[in-house]
């Protein structure tokens, strides 16, 4: 399935509390779970003012309607083509 990464420009999202971010998982998760094995949220990267999420997904049509339907913003999608880490240079 294809691996996505989600940009969602958040002002703030560095200071969100631990509850808060419990509140928007639990959140996420009840809609994930609602549309299917289809969608799979991986994990999310909180900084200052961004979350960046990694989702496996059908497609960018199944990203974007988990986004409406939780109201999450999504400044952008990209499809990951290819993986590399330090391994890759060996």
């Given at each position: ?18 509850q ?19 969608i ?17 997904a ?33």
């Open positions: 399935m294809p691996k996505y990464i989600i940009e969602r420009e958040i002002p703030g999202a560095g200071s969100f509390t631990p808060d971010l419990q509140a928007i998982s639990q959140k996420s998760c009840a809609i994930l779970n609602s549309m299917g094995p289809s799979q949220w991986l994990e999310s990267y909180v900084t200052d003012d961004k979350v960046y999420c990694l989702y496996l059908p497609d960018e049509a199944a990203i974007r309607a988990h986004a409406e339907q939780g109201e999450f913003p999504v400044t952008r999608v990209a499809q990951v083509r290819s993986v590399i880490d330090p391994t890759t240079a060996e």
